[in-house]
T-cell receptor, first 115, second 114 residues
Framework: DAGVIQSPRHEVTEMGQEVTLRCKPI?????LFWYRQTMMRGLELLIY????????DSGMPEDRFSAKMPNASFSTLKIQPSEPRDSAVYFC?????????????FGPGTRLTVT | AQSVTQLGSHVSVSEGALVLLRCNYS??????LFWYVQYPNQGLQLLLK??????LVKGINGFEAEFKKSETSFHLTKPSAHMSDAAEYFC????????????FGKGTHLIIQP
């Protein structure tokens, strides 16, 4: 299996621009999670989906952030407009909900720099 | 609400010495606990998990952790450190009993001295 795939791996953009991060979960996994990692705040859960439906978006910092999962094999995290404080590494993770199978598998992350 | 506290943002041990990384949790429900490792510029990899089946959990790369309910702890240990163990280690607890997102500790940077 290819694992969780994220694109792009690096993104540099100017303040005010729209940024779209992409994630392809492991085939067969029906839960998908978006996390953000910064030096100041560590790893934070932003939002997660079960069977393509958003379940908990309480971690989404502002209305500038939005996430979608149009099908079981694709999700996007969009920031519009972007700000320098959005600079972070964004991770996508997926999981199957089978018995005992609670571990999340993480992608390599997208390093976002907003100047 | 769940929370995790990792004591020591940096831990330094000599190669061959015991590794002990501390994690204490707070949870209003029986917790599911995890240890993840992150190597530079990579994603997180699961080391081991506690899901109530056994209090002593063995993971990959010779690591193990013991769940102690009375101490609300889930410390990570390895008998003999190897240079390749140098990385960032994260303790995490699941929010909803295993089916939801993870709440992570701040992480512990493990340094291995030759």
């Amino acid at each position: 299996d290819a694992g969780v795939i994220q694109s792009p791996r690096h993104e540099v953009t100017e303040m005010g621009q729209e940024v779209t991060l992409r994630c392809k979960p492991i085939s067969g996994h029906n839960s998908l999670f978006w996390y953000r990692q910064t030096m100041m705040r560590g790893l934070e859960l932003l939002i997660y989906f079960n069977n393509n439906v958003p379940i908990d978006d309480s971690g989404m910092p502002e209305d500038r952030f939005s996430a979608k999962m149009p099908n079981a094999s694709f999700s996007t995290l969009k920031i519009q407009p972007s700000e320098p404080r959005d600079s972070a590494v964004y991770f996508c993770a997926s999981r199957t909900s089978g018995t005992g199978a609670y571990e999340q598998y993480f992608g390599p992350g997208t390093r976002l720099t907003v100047t | 609400a769940q929370s995790v506290t990792q004591l020591g943002s940096h831990v330094s041990v000599s190669e061959g010495a015991l590794v002990l990384l501390r994690c204490n949790y707070s949870s209003s429900v029986p917790p599911y606990l995890f240890w993840y490792v992150q190597y530079p510029n990579q994603g997180l990899q699961l080391l081991l998990k506690y899901t109530s089946a056994a209090t002593l959990v063995k993971g990959i790369n010779g690591f193990e952790a013991e769940f102690k309910k009375s101490e609300t702890s889930f410390h990570l240990t390895k008998p003999s450190a190897h240079m390749s163990d140098a990385a960032e280690y994260f303790c995490a607890v699941s929010k909803g009993g295993g089916a939801d997102g993870l709440t992570f500790g701040k992480g512990t940077h493990l340094i291995i001295q030759p």
